[in-house]
């Protein structure tokens, strides 16, 4: 069964930190690189951070030196360490494969950033 399960949002002030969590479970997420997408009110959703099969990394020019994406194949997760949170980092988080499985995408979690 291809599942998604995002958690590890929350409320935080400015400049704060926030780790996400993504357990997926299907074997094509295995094979695939995976990512953290956001979807902040009133705008589309937009990849946040990816990390290949081979461990390649990419990030969004608006994350970079401030997010920090990893996945474990052992454990079938996907994590996303944020710090120096701002206001504009405000949405809701989702991980799916890139590019990703349209069909597929969980509830997300929600991070606020506010004072």
């Known amino acids: 069964q291809v599942q998604l399960v995002e958690s590890g949002g929350g409320l935080v002030r400015p400049r704060g930190s926030l780790r996400l969590f993504c357990a997926h479970s299907g074997s094509i997420f295995t094979v695939a690189a995976m990512g953290w997408y956001r979807e902040a009110p009133g705008k589309e959703r937009e990849l946040v951070a990816r990390?290949?099969?081979?461990?390649?990394?990419n990030y969004s020019d608006f994350v970079k030196d401030r997010f920090t994406i990893w996945r474990d194949f052992a454990k079938n997760t996907v994590s996303l360490q944020m710090t120096n949170l701002k206001p504009e980092d405000t949405a809701i988080y989702y991980c799916?494969?890139?590019?990703?499985?349209?069909?597929?995408w969980g509830q997300g979690t929600q991070v606020t950033v506010s004072a």
């Open positions: 990390v290949s099969v081979e461990g390649r990394i």
């Open positions: 799916n494969s890139d590019p990703p499985l349209s069909n597929f």
